[in-house]
């Protein structure tokens, strides 16, 4: 079953926005890596705030994606912008219109 | 933009494998409502927790969907399998892979 992964990311005030350009930036790269969905999401209720939903092949493909060079880059580049607040919720997905 | 919407619901222990059945059964009905996305997630974190994530054309498309006779019949069906603990939180989807 496909591997769900619920992702926060909590940036530095004023740069969400360049982190998402980051973040959606990434899109061959992460398909060609088994992924299925890399949904980033914002919300005026925390507009420091990122949500990255994801969906892989399996839990391998995630795991082997963060070890490729330009997922290395991105996090890279991003860190900076961030607090270090991250959260996560790995997940199996069962079903649904996927 | 695309209308994401993360939510848990919680089950009466021993239900959640029911009310995913009823969860993953309604595919092409929310296809045909402008659902882009429903996927259905479960993790040996929490056994009583069913993540729901769904992306829709618009937010419009959501609520029109929750007045759909097979959304509210599906309802009814769960609910007294649910303990009334729900979460969610709306997102403009930004971008990624969709």
Redesign the interface.
């Given at each position: 079953m496909p591997f769900?992964y619920?992702a926060t990311m909590r940036t530095k005030p004023g740069h969400r926005d360049d982190v998402?350009k980051i973040?959606?930036s990434g899109?061959d790269g992460?398909?060609a890596a088994g992924?299925?969905?890399?949904?980033?999401?914002?919300?005026d209720?925390d507009p420091d705030l990122i949500?990255?939903?994801e969906?892989w092949e399996s839990e391998q493909h995630h795991a082997a994606s963060l070890q490729l060079p330009e997922t290395r880059a991105a996090i890279a580049q991003a860190m900076p912008m961030l607090t270090g607040d991250f959260t996560g919720?790995?997940?199996?997905?069962?079903?649904?219109?996927?």
């Open positions: 769900g619920l998402v973040l959606v899109e992460l398909r992924c299925r969905l890399y949904a980033v999401g914002v919300s209720d949500w990255i939903n969906i919720q790995a997940l199996t997905v069962v079903g649904g219109v996927l």
